[in-house]
């Protein structure tokens, strides 16, 4: 019976699924799942024994002679679990000054009679040297078209969010071995320093991760007098005689040896998962949820076991981690302490070479909403100018707004009447045209100066007029047929 720890560290972001109530979402776990690694570890011996799943890799991967733990976040040498149910934070805590780190007491259930009002806590922590530090993981979202799988094109419309956890986090697991002699088979599937690729989309931006060996690392010490408090650390699947899975107690106790179950504090939930092989989902499963804390009457004589193997079902895909040392009978209230979170300075003066971009790219869209709203009123415009040759000499003049004004005065009365009889909306052209030559009618936002205003307008009588004569153009081919 041994114990091989890895590290993993993330170079893109990753995304672990998780149920997400939003349809277009798609959330990450915090941690990366037994079954995730195992599946990348039954990938790595396929690959290698050109896809044969033969009676070692059942052995290896499916039956359970290796079991995949949970991989946990690490930060500064703390690792990061789920927090245990039986801690609670205080409801009203106040702190006295806004510029100090938040501290605050929590309270362990299993033995305090804390009596004020009090909330759980929803995010990873580490307890060391009774303090409690929860993990601020800043989760990324991101947009995405859903693709075609034929076309392998974008569909219109179809848009999704993938949440995502930063590249740069650290995460360490390990796999428990039931014979010592499977370590050389184990570390031969995966090199020290090789990158890997798991989680969701890992064949394009995300999930490609490095991972590494981890030797000499220390077991979890075990108290071996008095009461003890068991903590699960992942979900863990408990069955009854009768082969079902279990919320009770007293079928959780038949998987302890020598010990019992004195008070508990837990929270349900429900798993199932889905096999790719088959194309189908597995059955699904009551457990108790990770967080789930248990006061025991004292060590378990399988202890040793139950940290290397889990509690309960389906151990080896990460089910029934569990841990005797995480809280301690004698702590009745730890230090909460939770850091602040990084304040951004704020920017000073914007750079030149910035502002000029950014206008740029300002400019650049307003150009496309004034070519569009061309269109759209050459089409709306009623009835349409028929004579090509008065659209042309309009089109000339309109490189410069101010020569466009003078023409338009000195037009002819034949020419004045063409564009007096047309109509956008309620007004004729030639009002329609002093509208926008004078700023009446705004066809963009403001911009910072009078040139760029000015080239926008020559656009849009540019866009217009040729739009026109294309209609012209357009309807003579049609009444020709």
């Keep these: ?194 990158n890997i690729r798991m989680g969701r989309s890992a064949t394009s931006e995300y999930g490609k991760v490095q991972f590494k060996w981890i030797d000499n690392k220390a077991n979890e010490k075990l108290q071996s007098n008095g009461k003890v408090i068991l903590t699960l650390l992942s979900d863990a699947i408990i069955m009854n005689v009768n082969g079902f899975s279990s919320l009770s107690v007293e079928d959780m106790n038949t998987y302890l040896s020598d010990s019992k179950t004195e008070k508990s504090i837990s929270r349900k939930a429900r798993i199932e998962g889905f096999l790719n092989v088959w194309k189908l989902r597995k059955p699904s499963e009551n457990v108790f949820a990770a967080g789930s804390s248990f006061l025991l009457d004292k060590l378990p004589s399988n202890a040793e076991e139950l940290t290397s193997f889990g509690l309960g079902e389906r151990t080896h895909e990460g089910y029934g981690q569990v841990s005797f040392s995480l809280l301690s009978p004698s702590a009745i209230s730890i230090e909460y302490i939770e850091k602040k979170e990084t304040k951004l300075p704020k920017p000073g003066e914007m750079p030149k070479l910035t502002e000029e971009i950014r206008y740029s790219i300002f400019f650049n869209r307003a150009k496309e909403q004034v070519i569009n709203q061309a269109l759209i009123d050459a089409e709306n415009t009623r009835p349409k100018i028929d004579s090509n040759h008065l659209l042309g000499r309009l089109k000339d003049m309109a490189y410069d707004t101010e020569n466009l004004k003078r023409f338009l005065f000195d037009l002819r009365p034949t020419a004045k009447n063409h564009l007096g009889k047309a109509y956008l909306d309620n007004k004729n052209l030639i009002e329609h045209f002093e509208d926008v030559l004078s700023g009446e009618t705004a066809l963009f936002k403001p911009m910072r100066d009078d040139n760029q205003i000015d080239k926008l307008k020559t656009l849009y009588f540019e866009q217009y007029l040729n739009q026109l004569r294309r209609l012209n153009i357009k309807k003579e081919k049609d009444e020709k047929r």
Excluded at 143 to 150: D, P, R
Aim: hydrophobic residues 35%.
């Design 1 to 194: 019976m041994k114990k091989i720890h890895y590290s993993i560290t993330t170079l893109e972001p990753l995304i672990i699924t998780q149920h997400s109530d939003d349809p277009n979402m798609y959330e990450t776990l915090q941690y990366i799942r037994g079954t995730v690694m195992q599946g990348v570890f039954a990938q790595r011996y396929l690959k290698l024994n050109e896809n044969t799943a033969d009676d070692e890799f059942t052995r290896l991967i499916v039956s359970g002679d290796c079991v995949f733990s949970n991989a946990f976040p690490v930060e500064n040498g703390k690792t990061f679990f789920p927090a245990p149910t039986a801690l609670v934070r205080e409801k009203y805590f106040l702190k006295k000054d806004e510029n100090e780190e938040k501290k605050e007491k929590v309270h362990n259930l299993l033995v305090s009679n804390f009596k004020e009002q009090t909330k759980g806590i929803s995010s990873l922590i580490s307890v060391t040297n009774n303090e409690v530090t929860p993990l601020l993981i800043k989760k990324e979202i991101r947009l995405h078209n859903e693709i075609n799988g034929k076309t392998r094109t974008t569909m219109e419309g179809k848009l999704f969010n993938y949440q995502s956890l930063p590249a740069g986090m650290v995460f360490e697991g390990y796999i428990a071995l039931k014979n010592d002699g499977d370590e050389e088979d184990i570390k031969s599937l995966i090199k020290d320093g090789d």
